[in-house]
């Protein structure tokens, strides 16, 4: 389902432009820009977008957002040499598409393509400057009016990866991966002892994939591992799901019901009631100071003297 739903800045006319454009290359996936660099898709990562397509789809259907369904022809696989940042993926609003780096596991794969389903399945918006045209809102992040900064990132990203944990868990990730997972479940009951680099154990709470390398000389195996992502955002965001829990008893009965404030406000783009809830919580001018913060170390750093202070501090 196409979800740009309003454009900012620019006459009438530009803003009506804007949206065909995006809504033509939504439809036809015809980028230049990937010729020689995009790969055909296989069985498997044709699997694995419909998994992740549907998973997402199930866990947003619990919190009563039907978003609709995004299909393979809206996911790019690009080759390795081809592939230009550290990201696993990225969700692109200017194509409305998402990009993946071909790789040889199919279920993380679907694991990372759950996370940018739901960003191309979130709140969008796009605005016009005097010589561009780009994103303003994609769930719950702002972009300036002069596209310098982009606010919300690590809260969005929380909120996105959070969602992305519970596809991974839903039954129909469960269920298609069933084999996959289990080898990597063996993996960690067998090598229990296993340690990373800095001595602490390998596999904690957050690891969902473990495969052996190459038998090495002695006959044991390197371990390699896959954790899910933005643990700082994700630690901040229940530290402020339970700080705001505990502010407002009158106004919610659990905890899932402020969660599932964030999670509506990320698809329908609505953050006043979030920013007025942060504020008569912490402060005036609590929801603007968390908003700026760029780096997921910092925001959780500011949320935890937040929470401890019971006012904002800086
Ligand atoms: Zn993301």
Known sequence: MFRVERVAGGTERDKKEVLETLAERFE??????????????????????????????????KYGIDAGSIDANKVHVIKRDAWPSDD?????????????????????????????????????????????RMDYRVGLTVKTRD????H???????????????????????????EEIKKSQAIMQQN?????????????????????????????????????TYQSEREAYQLLVTALYEKNHEKFESMEEVMRLFVTSTFNGDLIKIG??????????????LAGIQDGEEFLMTVKKMVASGNNLI
């Not at 010729?35 to 998973?55: C, F, L, M, T």
């Not at 944990?165 to 839903?170: D, G, L, T, V």
């Not at 007025?276 to 100071?289: E, H, Y």
Request: with cysteine; hydrophobic share 35%; glycine share 6%.
């Open 28 to 61: 036809s996936q015809d980028h230049k820009e990937l010729e020689g660099i995009a790969i055909e898709k296989n069985p498997e990562i044709i699997k694995a977008i419909s998994v992740a397509d549907r998973a997402t789809s199930a866990v947003l259907e």
């Open 276 to 289: 007025k809830l942060i504020d008569k919580s912490f402060g005036k001018g609590s929801f603007r100071q």
């Open 147 to 150: 596209g310098g900064q982009t």
């Open 192 to 228: 229990p002892e296993a340690q990373n680099e800095d001595g602490q154990p390998l596999f904690t709470d957050q690891t969902f994939f473990a495969e052996l390398g190459p038998e090495l000389d002695d006959g044991s195996h390197d371990i390699f591992t896959s954790q899910f």
């Open 152 to 178: 919300l990132t690590p809260l969005n990203e929380a909120v996105t990866e959070t969602l992305t944990i519970e596809a991974f868990r839903s039954d129909v990730f469960q269920t298609e991966y069933a």
């Open 88 to 132: 696993a993926a990225q969700f692109i609003f200017s194509h409305q598409c998402v990009l993946i780096p071909e790789s040889e596991n199919y279920m993380k794969q679907a694991y990372r393509l759950s996370h940018e389903l739901f960003h191309f399945k979130s709140y969008q918006a796009g605005q016009i400057l005097p010589d561009e």
